[in-house]
């Protein structure tokens, strides 16, 4: 423990939330690591490379699909991020919206700029300690820290805090989310009669799809091949949670066919992925607490705030100004 460096705080989760408590933090001159048990940052904002064995490659923003910027504490950030080429505007039928560019993963990688992250590393356990806290994995203890930021999906982060926090722990039991089965399709050709680079063609709420769009018809994908994400409703996805991968995959690429009169070719790849806290449906009540009694650990999440990109930005600033 002698050897560990000691930080000022450590943030849970790399996805908006994290990075945007984790900059506000490093602005104000602290100290800050921030770990996350996936492989990329961003969280739901994220982004699937494939590539086959036959050498096709196909990209899936398989997670949010857009972001908005309606609140004025959020703007700022968005527009730095399109003059670095990290947003984009995207016009969708009857909406105007930003995007990341090349791909939705590109925007928590602009937040993420600077900031020291470590991923692969799935903290279950934070202890109380002379010092602060201590961070453990099921290797052992990870990092210490005087503070503590968590912005995990409200289920995990009410186990989390149980030690640390339990006054925070009906904050985060308030909130409930809607899962998301997404199938990922990839094709070598595209449909005949389709004109995958329209993004008039994207299909939402029609039946069991919640949201069905090209790849290609993105703003700045220029990929060669033809990828087609599917997210299925959260009615029907709630429905068929335990449900195996090939059965959602069948049957999500039979809604789209139906819905867009529009028949398939053998793909080159398909895949299914679980969100199981996908969107926001409930949010924890903007009275309940979100700073700990002895002010040294906050919770943050969209979970806190609404179901946008933009409320996860702001619920993680706000986290991060609170135990300053």
């Given at each position: 423990?002698?050897?560990m460096?000691h930080?000022?705080?450590?943030v849970l989760?790399s996805?908006?939330?994290?990075l945007?408590?984790?900059?506000?933090l490093?602005?104000?001159?602290k100290?800050v690591l921030?770990l996350?048990?996936?492989?990329r940052?961003?969280?739901?904002?994220?982004t699937?490379r494939?590539t086959?064995?036959?050498?096709?490659?196909?990209?899936?923003n398989h997670?949010?699909?857009f972001?908005?910027?309606r609140?004025p504490g959020f703007a700022?950030?968005?527009?730095?991020a399109?003059?670095q080429?990290?947003?984009?505007?995207?016009?969708?039928?009857d909406r105007?919206?930003?995007i990341g560019?090349?791909?939705?993963?590109?925007f928590?990688?602009f937040?993420g700029r600077?900031l020291e992250i470590?991923?692969?590393?799935e903290?279950?356990?934070?202890h109380?300690?002379?010092?602060?806290?201590?961070f453990?994995?099921?290797?052992?203890?990870?990092?210490?820290a005087a503070?503590a930021?968590?912005?995990?999906?409200a289920?995990?982060?009410?186990?989390?805090?149980s030690d640390?926090a339990?006054?925070l722990?009906?904050?985060a039991?308030?909130?409930?989310?809607?899962?998301?089965?997404?199938?990922?399709?990839g094709?070598a050709?595209?449909?005949l009669g389709a004109?995958?680079?329209?993004?008039?063609g994207?299909i939402?709420?029609?039946?069991?799809i919640g949201?069905?769009?090209?790849?290609n018809?993105?703003?700045?994908n220029e990929?060669a091949l033809?990828?087609?994400t599917?997210?299925?409703?959260?009615e029907?996805?709630?429905?068929?949670?335990?449900?195996e991968k090939p059965?959602n995959i069948?049957a999500?690429?039979?809604?789209?066919?139906q819905?867009?009169?529009i028949?398939?070719?053998?793909?080159?790849?398909?895949a299914a992925h679980?969100?199981?806290?996908?969107?926001v449906i409930?949010?924890?009540?903007?009275?309940m607490?979100r700073?700990?009694d002895c002010r040294?650990?906050?919770?943050?999440?969209?979970?806190l705030?609404g179901?946008?990109?933009e409320?996860?930005y702001?619920?993680?600033k706000m986290?991060?100004?609170?135990v300053?």
């Open positions: 423990m002698s050897m460096p930080y000022d705080f450590v989760g996805g908006i939330a994290g945007a408590a984790a900059h506000t490093t602005e104000a001159g100290t921030v996350d048990k996936g492989r940052i961003g969280g739901r904002v994220s699937k494939v086959t064995k036959d050498g096709h490659s196909f990209v899936f997670g949010a699909q972001l908005t910027a609140d700022p950030i968005c527009d730095n399109q003059s080429n990290s947003l984009a505007n995207w016009h969708l039928d105007s919206a930003l560019t090349p791909f939705m993963r590109a928590p990688m937040l600077d470590r991923q692969d590393c903290i279950t356990a934070i109380r300690t002379d010092n602060g806290f201590t453990a994995s099921d290797d052992g203890v990870i990092a210490s503070g930021i968590i912005t995990a999906p289920p995990q982060t009410a186990n989390l805090i640390i339990p006054e722990i009906a904050s039991k308030a909130a409930h989310y809607a899962p998301c089965w997404t199938a990922l399709f094709f050709t595209p449909p004109d995958v680079t329209d993004p008039s994207t939402r709420d029609s039946g069991i949201w069905a769009g090209w790849e018809a993105r703003p700045g990929a033809y990828g087609l599917i997210q299925a409703s959260a029907w996805s709630a429905a068929h949670i335990e449900q059965e069948a999500l690429k039979s809604a789209y066919e819905a867009s009169g028949t398939l070719p053998a793909p080159s790849y398909s679980r969100w199981r806290y996908a969107k409930t949010p924890t009540p903007a009275e607490p700073l700990s040294n650990v906050a919770i943050a999440g969209d979970w705030g179901a946008r990109i409320h996860a702001l619920s993680g986290a991060g100004a609170s300053l």
